[in-house]
């Protein structure tokens, strides 16, 4: 049964409207929930605001005592966070666990790296203010807009969230109204670990309007994560207020086979990295670039691979149903296009997609302006693309406006061939490893969005850095004053010669 898009399922109680959230393995209700207004929304972030104040003042150690509770809690009531993103979003059993796996190490990584991150550190104060002692330390932005994504509804926002918490703000969170539930678990869990600071997470549902209110509503910072032409209205709506963001857009990542892989890991690697959660992943395989060399055996291995797989909606299954039902209008435009351009379908092809489900679809010979290639498809499908070494399929995968994450198989040249790639992040001899590492930056470049998440910069990124200098005692050059004298400066051009010159 075809899931019903959640705008068309909206309904009057009382004086606020609701909507559901549907299963989009069966179009069942999962629950309903409010659309908040722009009224709603910045009551919401004044509530944050207010409570933020007391959870700054905790310090590092405080707040971490009570986001280890929090991760202690979510520990517990596993088995209940995985069947609601399986119910909302119609993943698999153990695509949900993966990603609350992910969730959890992410939490505890947070809390436990903020004091040394964040913390007050002193600096040399270099030449000319010898006599100064000179410190930064990382101060909390206040209240943080955090919009999320539907594909992996807890991870891609505990991202922010959790990072955004452990800095010391305060958080207003509207999640996808395709994962609501999720969003308003996470909020509850919160308020359950920590009663005294209830407020302090705030959780806003609805549509593009909530999502726009909230980057009106006086936040200190938005972070989004979803598709680039959203993220340009996100920004356009930041910029009224000079809202600072971090955009976290799409990718059309590349995985580059070259003539010395491991090619049985490869195309391991490629499958996986490309159907799981149903190809729903802005940093998965969607490109294949394979050496001529290898080419022939590497697409074999993938085609048997791939064909084994298939889609549905039992806790078991390979990997569930496309969750946004206007998704398999997108890959189904894609296959049709590259098999229009003389593509090929070595496993699958249009009739793959019966939605809610699209089985593995493989094509090769696929021309590189087909939308296969050019545009994020966000389903379990692979353009794998023969070519003569692994620089050209660098050259190749560089070429997009994307620049999200990406692949390499070498056992001589990876991470040369990394360097090489233009885009945020890179695993050699591996898939989406810098996704699962807390401590490295997770983020792109390019029309895949900037600034970072996950690690110490993504600590640093939900906060204002406060530079403080104190003068130790008096110096004996100081040409910073009008009493300062032409033979002051004489000597201080003098020493900058003698020190810098050389």
Same mark, same amino acid.
């Given at each position: 049964?075809?899931?019903?898009?959640?705008?068309?399922?909206?309904?009057?109680?009382?004086?606020?409207?609701?909507?559901?959230?549907?299963?989009?393995?069966?179009?069942?209700?999962?629950?309903?929930? $409010?659309?908040? #207004?722009?009224?709603?929304?910045?009551?919401? /972030?004044?509530?944050?605001?207010?409570?933020?104040?007391?959870?700054?003042?905790? &310090? !590092?150690?405080?707040?971490?005592?009570?986001?280890?509770?929090?991760?202690?809690?979510?520990?517990?009531?596993?088995?209940?966070?995985?069947?609601?993103?399986?119910?909302? #979003?119609?993943?698999?059993?153990?695509?949900?666990?993966?990603?609350?796996?992910?969730?959890?190490?992410?939490?505890?990584?947070?809390?436990?790296?903020?004091?040394?991150?964040? &913390?007050?550190?002193?600096?040399?104060?270099?030449?000319?203010?010898?006599?100064?002692?000179?410190?930064?330390?990382?101060?909390?932005? &206040?209240?943080?807009?955090?919009?999320?994504?539907?594909?992996? $509804?807890?991870?891609?926002?505990?991202?922010?969230?959790?990072?955004?918490?452990?800095?010391?703000?305060?958080?207003?969170?509207?999640?996808?109204?395709?994962?609501?539930?999720?969003?308003?678990?996470?909020?509850?869990?919160?308020?359950?670990?920590?009663?005294?600071?209830?407020?302090?997470?705030?959780?806003?549902?609805?549509?593009?309007?909530?999502?726009?209110?909230?980057?009106?509503?006086?936040?200190?910072?938005?972070?989004?994560?979803?598709? #680039?032409?959203?993220?340009?209205?996100?920004?356009?709506?930041?910029?009224?207020?000079?809202?600072?963001?971090?955009?976290?857009?799409?990718?059309?990542?590349?995985?580059?086979?070259?003539?010395?892989?491991?090619?049985?890991?490869?195309?391991?690697?490629?499958?996986?990295?490309?159907?799981?959660?149903?190809?729903?992943?802005?940093?998965?395989?969607?490109?294949?670039?394979?050496?001529?060399?290898?080419?022939?055996?590497?697409?074999?291995?993938?085609?048997?691979?791939?064909?084994?797989?298939?889609?549905?909606?039992?806790?078991?299954?390979?990997?569930?149903?496309? #969750?946004?039902?206007?998704?398999?209008?997108?890959?189904?435009?894609?296959?049709?296009?590259?098999?229009?351009?003389?593509?090929?379908?070595?496993?699958?092809?249009?009739?793959?997609?019966? $939605?809610?489900?699209?089985?593995?679809?493989?094509?090769?010979?696929?021309?590189?302006?087909?939308?296969?290639?050019?545009?994020?498809?966000?389903? $379990?499908?692979?353009?794998?693309?023969?070519?003569?070494?692994?620089?050209?399929?660098v050259r190749l995968a560089n070429a997009l406006r994307y620049g999200l994450g990406g692949s390499v198989?070498?056992?001589?040249?990876?991470?040369?061939?990394?360097?090489?790639?233009?885009?945020?992040?890179?695993?050699?001899?591996?898939?989406?490893?810098?996704?699962?590492?807390?401590?490295?930056? !997770?983020?792109?470049?390019?029309?895949?969005? !900037?600034?970072?998440?996950?690690?110490?910069?993504?600590?640093?990124?939900?906060?204002?850095?406060?530079?403080?200098?104190?003068?130790?005692?008096?110096?004996?050059?100081?040409?910073?004053?009008?009493?300062?004298?032409?033979?002051?400066?004489?000597? /201080? /051009?003098?020493?900058?010669?003698?020190?810098?010159?050389?």
């Amino acid at each position: 049964m075809t899931q019903t898009a959640p705008a068309e399922s909206t309904e009057a109680d009382g004086d606020q409207t609701r909507f559901a959230s549907l299963d989009p393995r069966t179009g069942e209700v999962v629950g309903h929930h $409010p659309v908040h #207004t722009a009224a709603d929304v910045e009551a919401a /972030v004044a509530r944050a605001r207010t409570a933020g104040e007391e959870w700054a003042a905790l &310090g !590092f150690d405080g707040r971490r005592a009570r986001l280890d509770a929090w991760r202690k809690l979510l520990v517990r009531r596993l088995d209940e966070f995985q069947a609601l993103i399986s119910n909302e #979003t119609g993943k698999s059993a153990d695509d949900a666990r993966t990603e609350l796996a992910l969730v959890v190490d992410h939490l505890h990584w947070a809390g436990k790296h903020a004091s040394r991150v964040l &913390g007050k550190r002193r600096v040399s104060p270099g030449m000319l203010m010898y006599n100064h002692a000179a410190s930064v330390e990382y101060k909390p932005l &206040g209240v943080v807009g955090v919009i999320g994504p539907w594909n992996y $509804p807890a991870f891609t926002p505990l991202g922010s969230i959790a990072y955004a918490l452990a800095a010391g703000n305060a958080v207003v969170f509207k999640p996808s109204e395709y994962t609501p539930g999720v969003g308003e678990f996470l909020a509850r869990t919160f308020a359950e670990a920590s009663p005294e600071h209830a407020d302090l997470f705030q959780v806003v549902t609805g549509f593009g309007e909530t999502g726009a209110a909230l980057c009106r509503a006086g936040v200190d910072k938005v972070a989004f994560t979803g598709s #680039t032409p959203t993220g340009k209205r996100v920004m356009a709506a930041c910029s009224e207020t000079l809202t600072p963001v971090l955009v976290e857009c799409g990718g059309k990542d590349a995985l580059i086979v070259a003539d010395d892989a491991d090619v049985k890991a490869a195309a391991a690697a490629a499958v996986w990295g490309g159907i799981f959660n149903s190809g729903q992943t802005c940093a998965g395989v969607e490109r294949v670039y394979v050496a001529e060399a290898v080419a022939d055996e590497f697409i074999e291995l993938v085609t048997r691979q791939a064909s084994k797989l298939r889609p549905g909606g039992e806790p078991n299954a390979p990997f569930g149903p496309i #969750t946004m039902p206007r998704q398999v209008e997108v890959i189904q435009a894609h296959v049709r296009d590259a098999l229009d351009r003389g593509g090929r379908a070595v496993v699958g092809g249009l009739d793959s997609i019966r $939605p809610p489900y699209v089985a593995p679809i493989v094509l090769v010979d696929v021309p590189e302006e087909s939308t296969a290639v050019t545009e994020e498809t966000f389903g $379990p499908t692979l353009v794998i693309t023969r070519v003569p070494d692994a620089d050209e399929g660098v050259r190749l995968a560089n070429a997009l406006r994307y620049g999200l994450g990406g692949s390499v198989f070498s056992r001589g040249r990876g991470e040369e061939l990394a360097r090489k790639l233009r885009c945020g992040m890179v695993s050699v001899n591996a898939v989406l490893a810098f996704a699962a590492i807390p401590g490295l930056p !997770f983020g792109g470049v390019g029309d895949s969005g !900037f600034g970072r998440i996950h690690g110490d910069d993504g600590l640093r990124e939900f906060t204002t850095p406060q530079s403080v200098t104190r003068l130790r005692f008096r110096a004996l050059l100081n040409p910073m004053t009008y009493d300062r004298g032409s033979r002051t400066v004489r000597h /201080v /051009v003098r020493l900058t010669r003698l020190l810098y010159g050389r």
